[in-house]
């Protein structure tokens, strides 16, 4: 049991990290690739550049999020 929290515990750490929201946004750029692939929305190069733009905004939107001046 001790083996299958550590492993459990090893996976939630290298996937969430410390920033959950970046997670969060990988999974759902994939889930929306998958779809448009599905539907046959885009080629190869099209999704290419889709999945690129959408991992480099959701990750400036978390830094934007994090580095943001905290309100009092």
Same mark, same amino acid.
């Given at each position: 049991?001790?083996?299958?929290? %550590? ?5 939630? =750490?290298?996937?969430?990290? =410390? $920033? ?6 990988? #999974? ?15 080629? $190869? !190069?099209?999704? !290419? ?7 480099? #905004?959701?990750?400036?939107? %978390?830094?934007?999020? =994090? #580095? ?5």
């Amino acid at each position: 049991m001790k083996f299958l929290k %550590s492993f459990g515990q090893f996976w939630y =750490d290298f996937l969430i990290g =410390d $920033d959950w929201k970046i997670a969060v946004a990988v #999974v759902l750029a994939l889930v929306a690739l998958f779809v448009a692939m599905k539907v046959e929305l885009f080629g $190869d !190069t099209g999704l !290419t550049l889709l999945g690129g733009a959408a991992i480099v #905004v959701a990750f400036a939107i %978390s830094l934007a999020i =994090d #580095v943001r001046p905290k309100r009092q």
